[in-house]
C-alpha cells in the first residue's frame, strides 16, 4: 500500500494492484472515504478523517488533493486534460461475489459525491513527495476499530441509563416536594379556618352574653 499525507495532515492511501484494492474494500473502516476515476479505470484512493469528523468539515482543498492523486493513477485519466472522480464512504461501497476483483458498486447512489478534475501536476508532485509504502495488517486495524465503536456503544448506553436514573430521581424528588407542599398549604388552610372560626364564636358569646343584661 502507498500512503501519502496531504497539505493539511490527512493521510491518503491506496492500493498498489487490483489485489491490494481487494484488501481496501473488505477492511475499511467508518472514517474512511474511497475516491475512484468515474467510468474508467483507475486507482482507488482513500481518505481517512478522524473520529466523528464528517466530510463537510474538509477542505475543498484536500479533496481535490484526493481527485488529482487518482485521476494521476489512472492508466486513461492521466492522459486526459480532465475527467470527473466520484467518492463516498468505505461503507456505502457495495461488494457481490460476481464483480472481478477491484469492482464495486454502491449501497445508496445518493450518497455519491462527483466532482470535476482538472490535470495539476503541482498537486500529485508535491502529493509524491511524501509518498511511502508500508504493509499494514488491515484486517487487525478493522477488528481494533470495530471494538472501539463497541466499547464506545456500551459507554453511550450506560450514559443513558445513568441519565434516565438521575431523572427518574429528579421527579420522585418533585413529586415528594409538591406533595409536601400541598400538605403544607392544606394545614395552614385548616389553621386559618380554626382561626377564623374561634374568633366568630367569641363575638357571639359576647353579643348573648350582652343580651342577657338587657
Do not use: C
Given at each position: 500500500?502507498?500512503?501519502f499525507t496531504s497539505k493539511?495532515?490527512?493521510?491518503?492511501?491506496?492500493?498498489?494492484?487490483?489485489?491490494?484494492?481487494?484488501?481496501?474494500?473488505?477492511?475499511?473502516?467508518?472514517?474512511?472515504?474511497?475516491?475512484?476515476?468515474?467510468?474508467?479505470?483507475?486507482?482507488?484512493?482513500?481518505?481517512?478523517?478522524?473520529k466523528n469528523q464528517r466530510l463537510e468539515d474538509v477542505s475543498e482543498e484536500t479533496i481535490m488533493e484526493c481527485a488529482q492523486l487518482v485521476k494521476a493513477n489512472s492508466i486513461e485519466g492521466c492522459k486526459k486534460k480532465e475527467v470527473y472522480v466520484v467518492y463516498t464512504r468505505w461503507r456505502n461501497l457495495l461488494k457481490t461475489n460476481n464483480m472481478v476483483a477491484g469492482q464495486v458498486s454502491y449501497h445508496d447512489k445518493t450518497k455519491v459525491k462527483r466532482v470535476k478534475v482538472v490535470k495539476d501536476n503541482s498537486i500529485v508532485n508535491a502529493l509524491n513527495r511524501t509518498k511511502?509504502?508500508?504493509?499494514?495488517?488491515?484486517?487487525?486495524?478493522q477488528e481494533a476499530r470495530a471494538a472501539e465503536h463497541r466499547a464506545d456503544l456500551k459507554?453511550?448506553?450506560?450514559?443513558?441509563?445513568?441519565?434516565?436514573q438521575q431523572a427518574k430521581v429528579e421527579a420522585e424528588?418533585?413529586?415528594?416536594?409538591?406533595?409536601?407542599?400541598?400538605?403544607?398549604?392544606?394545614?395552614?388552610?385548616?389553621?386559618?379556618?380554626?382561626?377564623?372560626?374561634?374568633?366568630?364564636?367569641?363575638?357571639?358569646?359576647?353579643?348573648?352574653?350582652?343580651?342577657?343584661?338587657?
Open positions: 500500500m502507498f500512503f493539511e495532515g490527512y493521510t491518503m492511501y491506496m492500493g498498489k494492484d487490483k489485489f491490494e484494492n481487494e484488501d481496501l474494500i473488505k477492511y475499511g473502516i467508518p472514517e474512511d472515504f474511497w475516491f475512484h476515476v468515474d467510468d474508467l479505470s483507475s486507482a482507488h484512493v482513500y481518505l481517512r478523517l478522524q511511502t509504502e508500508s504493509f499494514p495488517d488491515l484486517a487487525a486495524q459507554a453511550k448506553k450506560r450514559a443513558e441509563m445513568a441519565a434516565e424528588e418533585a413529586a415528594r416536594l409538591r406533595s409536601y407542599e400541598s400538605l403544607m398549604h392544606g394545614e395552614m388552610k385548616s389553621n386559618a379556618d380554626l382561626a377564623a372560626n374561634l374568633t366568630g364564636n367569641e363575638e357571639t358569646d359576647v353579643n348573648d352574653f350582652e343580651d342577657d343584661f338587657m
